[in-house]
């Protein structure tokens, strides 16, 4: 059966983690402004306060998991006030791997934060089916994998980064399906919590190449064409044929950029059965044609960013 879930992370491919340990204690804070890319937490030890700009905020404890799919504006803190200490995690160097807020105290919080960078033009659009706070707090899968992180975050071992990069994608993987249920809000998370759409949904990308209709995917779902319509753009966040086409053009421009396919093939496998009707549809949705994309992106290298901080 189709995996929606690991399509689309597969699809961001992530290239790297980059990874920053904070020890803190008393009275301390900071606030990060918009990273515009994946971020994530890991508390190590002890616990401290995340503040999302518009959104409640989180007590993180020991052992917490959180994903930032975009990572917007947040404040991290202990529990006195404090006006939290500005930073730009995009302005950070190699200086900034390590951050030490204890004043010679004995930390009471420790916490391993980061970024991923993925090699997607997509990258918006597929975290923009996330939830912005992923937060996994007291799944038993996780009380195995934390303590592989923080061990091997702790520690400066040859290979620290490439064990770092595996085990927090394994960590993405599992949060994002724990964190898949009917509460989470709109996105495909959401979706596919939801047992009626979630067989549509999976329809939807096996065949991403069939001439689906709304009604044809509501069968699928076994539910009305109007009830379909509505219950998918309630929790997926947009329509069906939306989605279907976003995730046409995502597929499309990652088979042209990964892939030793023609602009025939690759219109035939996302739905189109002629290269003029696929290079329309190209050209309205990206602003530019297949050719074009295909060419401009062929020897595109992905410039590792500098290491960043959640």
């Known amino acids: 059966m189709t995996d929606p879930l690991s399509e689309v992370v597969q699809m961001l491919r992530p290239q790297g983690v980059f990874s920053k340990r904070i020890a803190a204690a008393g009275a301390w804070g900071v606030r990060y402004s918009a990273l515009g890319q994946p971020g994530f937490s890991v508390v190590l030890e002890g616990s401290c306060r995340l503040a999302v700009d518009n959104e409640p905020e989180i007590v993180l404890k ?3 998991f959180v994903l930032l799919p975009t990572t917007p504006p947040f404040e991290m803190t202990g529990f006195r006030d404090v006006e939290p200490v500005p930073m730009d ?3 950070m160097t190699g200086e900034d ?3 030490d807020y204890t004043a010679g105290a004995k930390p009471e919080v420790r916490i391993l934060g980061g970024s991923f960078v ?3 033009p997509d990258a918006a659009l597929l975290s923009s089916l996330l939830p ?7 799944v038993e899968r996780f009380q195995a994998l934390v303590p592989l992180v923080a061990d091997e975050a702790l520690q400066d071992r040859p290979g620290r980064a490439l064990v770092l990069t595996r085990l927090v994608e394994i960590l993405l993987v599992e949060a994002l399906r724990t964190t898949a249920t009917p509460q989470t809000p709109p996105g495909l998370l959401r979706g596919l919590a939801d047992r ?5 949904i999976q329809a939807m990308h096996a065949s991403v190449g069939a001439p689906w209709t709304v009604a044809q995917l509501a069968a699928v779902a076994a539910l009305s064409r109007s009830a379909f319509y509505e219950r998918f753009t309630r929790n997926i966040g947009m329509p069906p044929m939306e989605y279907l086409m976003a995730w046409r053009m995502a597929l ?6 990964h892939d030793d396919l023609g602009i025939v093939e690759v219109g035939h496998r996302v739905g189109y059965g002629s290269a003029s009707a696929f290079s329309t549809a190209f050209s309205r949705h990206t602003g530019e044609s297949p050719s074009s994309y295909a060419r401009r992106t062929a020897r595109r290298q992905v410039k590792a960013p500098q ?3 959640v």
Do not use: C, E, N, Y
């Not at 912005?132 to 007291?138: E, L, M, Q």
């Not at 009626?196 to 549509?200: E, M, R």
């Open 132 to 138: 912005t706070i992923v937060h996994v707090r007291g």
């Open 252 to 257: 499309a421009r990652d088979l042209l950029r």
């Open 97 to 99: 791997l390590d951050a």
């Open 118 to 120: 993925f090699d997607s």
């Open 196 to 200: 009626t759409l979630a067989p549509a």
């Open 62 to 64: 020991q052992g917490d």
């Open 89 to 91: 995690p995009r302005q």
């Open 307 to 309: 290491l960043q901080a």
